[in-house]
């Protein structure tokens, strides 16, 4: 074999190998993995309950209903979930709905140009009620910063660590 033809060869195979994945895209779908979910409430006025869902690849993985009682003297009540979904890249929307309002919908990676390789996230709801019911999320890419807490989904495994 010649070199010129040995050198197409390798530059073949090595783009095979990555071929798709690029800065956490694969597939033309940016992919990061959620590592905890959680809801905040942050109306002084009332205490509400939330249905809290998870989508990844467009498949529902986690599903939960939650009381929240009202925040008071500046103190935000919050509900964590349990990490009961495979912790695995993918394409994820989180859900939220209010006392059986709508559902609001939003994508994990809606304000990242780079993607992230993990993130944790959580709906904050405002109280006030607007198109958004309002609820907004906040995404943050630090998974690091919440290993600590037994709900954080490991990356080898889909129960919460110390169970």
């Not at 694969?26 to 939330?50: A, C, K, Q, W």
């Not at 929240?68 to 993918?90: F, K, M, Q, S, Y």
């Amino acid at each position: 074999m010649n070199r010129r033809t040995l050198l197409a060869s390798l530059g073949t195979v090595g783009m095979a190998g990555v071929a798709g994945c690029h800065d956490g895209i694969v597939s033309g779908e940016p992919m990061t993995t959620l590592r905890r979910f959680g809801v905040i409430n942050s109306d002084e006025t009332s205490g509400h309950t939330y249905v809290l869902r998870i989508e990844r690849d467009e498949m529902i993985v986690h599903e939960s209903t939650h009381e929240v009682e009202a925040a008071e003297d500046g103190i935000l009540p919050r509900r964590i979930v349990d990490c009961d979904w495979e912790a695995v890249p993918g394409t994820y929307t989180v859900s939220a709905r209010v006392d059986g309002e709508s559902w609001q919908t939003f994508d994990v990676l809606d304000r990242y140009d780079t993607v992230p390789e993990c993130v944790v996230a959580v709906v904050v709801h405002e109280g006030q009620s607007d198109e958004s019911g309002g609820l907004r999320l906040r995404v943050r890419d630090r998974c690091e910063e919440f290993a600590y807490d037994p709900r954080y989904c490991s990356a080898d495994t889909s129960t919460p660590e110390g169970e």
